[in-house]
């Protein structure tokens, strides 16, 4: 059973950055494509960007040229550096696998942005 620890949120100005990670157990990491999922208040949970088990990403237009996601298959992790943040990122930030059956979802780490 995947476990998914996310860490690497905060407060942050506008324009800011931050890097999230999200740490996971087992064995079927490696092979899995993952996302970056965001849910803020009132809202869906949303995908925000993708990248597959061998390094291709997908990013939704509003964080192209902002996010960048990237995955060490070696730590069982994934990362996602976030750069010129803006107050509609703020949101809990999770990540999980792209497949049909999603692993137990992690706590999330929150996103605050504002002045």
């Known amino acids: 059973q995947v476990q998914l620890v996310e860490s690497g949120g905060g407060l942050v100005q506008p324009g800011g950055s931050l890097r999230l990670s999200c740490a996971a157990s087992?064995?079927?990491?490696?092979?899995?494509?993952m996302g970056w999922y965001r849910q803020a208040p009132g809202k869906q949970r949303e995908l925000v960007v993708e990248?597959?088990?061998?390094?291709?990403?997908n990013y939704v237009d509003s964080v192209k040229g902002r996010f960048t996601i990237s995955r060490d298959n070696a730590k069982n992790t994934v990362y996602l550096q976030m750069n010129s943040l803006k107050s509609e990122d703020t949101a809990v930030y999770y990540c999980?696998?792209?497949?049909?059956?999603?692993?137990?979802w992690g706590q999330g780490t929150q996103v605050t942005v504002s002045s």
């Open positions: 087992g064995s079927l990491f490696s092979i899995s494509a």
């Open positions: 999980n696998n792209r497949g049909r059956i999603p692993f137990p």
């Open positions: 990248i597959s088990s061998h390094g291709i990403s």
